[in-house]
């Protein structure tokens, strides 16, 4: 699409299905034009067309938080009794937003306040309160809008009553880690019970009484690391991570933003969650 920008005439990409737009709504907030349609003979596929050497405007640019990042803290706030927390400023593109909609149908308290428009982009501050969560079915046709977000998922549903059943997982193998894997791996090691069905993960919910206890192998996954590390807020025995460094790929303030909201970290030769403030 970048290329397309310098071309003469309109430069078309077919996606196989719907990727996240930001790009598209960036270029348009500069005054490109930009447009997007279903391919009619191949469902699920999207056209995306940019008109070549426009006039472009520059623009001061607010970059909203990642909501990706955000999942942590919303989680955490979740499955730990007496918690309020207002994250501001967060991404809710709906391409991103797929995690969030999932938990409410968990039973989340989870409210969009002050919404807006950034630079193209929905934007607002979400204020999460504990909540008991129960398990649900997430379709797979849902998985593009959050599949960065599973690993915190499984944490919730550990910590939800019941069974949550996520589909269409495949993806999940050619993350950093295979993602699958190493969830379900780490869910055993806490004490819970996942079941891997194809690219279906199963998660039988304790209700919040997660035993805990162990150290759980993150495989340089910064995603694994951190929501091992949440998962240990609802765990009657600290739940460890043998490595933290991988954290700092996408979240390098995550341990000083879960001190600062009252989580104890008990460091020894690993990082612990044993409980909150």
């Given amino acids: 699409m970048l290329a397309g920008l310098q071309a003469r005439g309109a430069t078309t990409v077919i ?31 999207v056209a995306v067309t940019v008109t070549g050497q426009p006039e472009l405007v520059g623009s001061d640019i607010v970059v909203p938080g990642d909501p990706s990042s955000a999942a942590f803290l919303v989680v955490a706030a979740l499955i730990t009794e007496g918690s309020d927390v207002t994250l501001q400023n967060v991404g ?36 999460v309160r504990s909540s008991k969560l ?6 797979a046709v849902r998985a593009p809008s959050m599949i960065d977000e599973y690993p915190i998922l499984a944490v919730a549903a550990a910590c939800a009553t019941g069974e949550t059943r996520m589909e269409g997982l495949a993806e ?11 969830i379900a791996s780490g869910l055993t090691v806490c004490g819970i019970l996942p079941e891997i069905d194809g690219d279906t ?40 991570i043998d490595d933290e460094s991988a954290i700092a790929t996408s979240y390098p303030n995550f341990l000083d933003h879960l001190t600062e909201l009252g989580v104890k970290l008990k460091k020894t030769d690993l990082p612990l969650v044993g409980g909150v403030a």
């Fill in 201 to 240: 993960l199963c998660v039988q919910g304790v209700a919040g009484a997660v035993p805990g206890g162990g150290v759980v192998s993150v495989h340089m996954d910064h995603r694994i690391a951190m929501s091992f590390l949440i998962l240990g807020l609802s765990a009657e025995h600290a739940i460890g």
């Fill in 15 to 45: 996606e196989p299905a719907a990727t996240r737009d930001h790009t598209e709504r960036m270029l348009r907030h500069f005054g490109a034009e930009v447009f997007s349609e279903p391919v009619a003979d191949r469902p699920g596929a």
């Fill in 92 to 127: 809710l593109n709906p391409q991103r937003t797929g995690l969030f909609e999932t938990l409410r149908e968990m039973g989340a308290d989870l409210v969009i306040e002050n919404e807006r428009d950034e630079a193209g982009e929905p934007v607002g501050d979400l204020r």
């Fill in 172 to 182: 999940l193998r050619v993350k950093e880690s295979d993602r699958l894997a190493a």
């Fill in 134 to 139: 129960k398990g649900v079915t997430v379709p």
